[in-house]
């Protein structure tokens, strides 16, 4: 399969603090890559400087050969999708106005059509019904898939979750992540940041173990979750008290 992405020598430095510290990998069509580590490990800020909310200070991101450098905001994130811990929805805006906000001023999507496509979303992520309602009406839950339907629209090319679930409560974490494992299965590329360890196992094609700015292993999730070989790796899932080990 071709590299949709492609990260070469990524580093981010902030005064004298490098956070990412000349990262590379590789990134196929529909592959599903779960970054887990220790918080202040550089995780988000690795999937920020994808998407350019963060500038990198040195290295290239490229995709489909392209680098990232050389296209507009604008283009970028239509391609790349992203997906953050905190909803950020538009609270004066309903449901779907939010969801067709994209498509309307980015993509200039006569608002017909985006809202057509809007409401696919959003029956895609089990909220149709909730179209009308205001963020501040919904779960924790429901706003996050509203906010996953919300980057859907702009037909990215990847997506990225920045521990997408954290800031819910345990029992409505299951429903975002089952969205999150349906797009998988329908092949959308995806870089996942996350603590859910389940679903790292059951959905990532590579996990990758990101520690001190670096990725210090990665490979199938059952060999980081059942044979690690670095050290680092499996004082941190132990820690975790991760079953698998």
């Given at each position: 399969?071709?590299?949709?992405?492609?990260?070469?020598?990524?580093?981010?430095?902030?005064?004298?603090?490098?956070?990412?510290?000349?990262?590379?990998?590789?990134?196929?069509?529909?592959?599903?890559?779960c970054?887990?580590?220790?918080?202040?490990?550089?995780?988000?800020?690795?999937?920020?400087?994808?998407?350019?909310?963060?500038?990198?200070?040195?290295?290239?991101?490229?995709?489909?050969?392209?680098?990232?450098?050389?296209?507009?905001l604008?283009?970028?994130?239509?391609?790349?999708?992203?997906?953050?811990?905190?909803?950020?929805?538009?609270?004066?805006?309903?449901?779907?106005?939010?969801?067709?906000?994209?498509?309307?001023?980015?993509?200039?999507?006569?608002?017909?059509?985006?809202?057509?496509?809007?409401?696919?979303?959003?029956?895609k992520?089990?909220?149709?019904d909730?179209?009308?309602?205001?963020?501040?009406?919904?779960?924790?839950?429901?706003?996050?898939?509203?906010?996953?339907?919300?980057?859907?629209?702009?037909?990215?090319?990847?997506?990225?979750?920045?521990?997408?679930?954290?800031?819910?409560d345990?029992?409505?974490?299951?429903?975002?992540?089952?969205v999150?494992?349906?797009?998988?299965?329908?092949?959308?590329?995806?870089?996942?940041?996350?603590?859910?360890?389940?679903?790292?196992?059951?959905?990532?094609?590579?996990?990758?173990?990101?520690?001190?700015?670096?990725?210090?292993?990665?490979?199938?999730?059952?060999?980081?979750?059942?044979?690690?070989?670095?050290?680092?790796?499996?004082?941190?899932?132990?820690?975790?008290?991760?079953?698998?080990?």
């Amino acid at each position: 399969m071709p590299s949709i992405l492609e990260v070469v020598d990524l580093t981010k430095r902030f005064g004298e603090l490098t956070v990412i510290d000349k990262v590379s990998f590789s990134v196929e069509v529909g592959e599903v890559i779960c970054v887990i580590g220790p918080s202040g490990s550089g995780k988000s800020t690795l999937l920020r400087c994808l998407n350019r909310l963060e500038a990198p200070s040195g290295g290239r991101v490229l995709i489909d050969g392209e680098e990232v450098t050389s296209r507009s905001l604008h283009l970028l994130r239509r391609h790349v999708g992203m997906v953050f811990q905190h909803f950020n929805l538009f609270p004066h805006l309903t449901v779907i106005e939010n969801v067709m906000e994209g498509p309307r001023t980015v993509l200039k999507t006569p608002r017909a059509a985006a809202r057509v496509r809007a409401l696919e979303l959003l029956d895609k992520v089990g909220l149709k019904d909730k179209a009308e309602a205001r963020p501040a009406n919904l779960s924790g839950g429901q706003q996050q898939r509203v906010a996953i339907a919300r980057a859907l629209a702009m037909e990215p090319r990847v997506m990225l979750f920045d521990e997408a679930t954290s800031a819910l409560d345990p029992e409505i974490i299951g429903e975002v992540l089952s969205v999150m494992k349906q797009l998988a299965d329908e092949g959308m590329t995806m870089l996942v940041v996350t603590h859910e360890m389940d679903f790292a196992e059951r959905v990532a094609s590579r996990v990758f173990m990101f520690d001190g700015g670096h990725v210090v292993e990665e490979g199938p999730p059952e060999e980081i979750f059942r044979s690690a070989h670095h050290e680092r790796t499996r004082r941190f899932l132990n820690q975790l008290h991760w079953e698998g080990q």
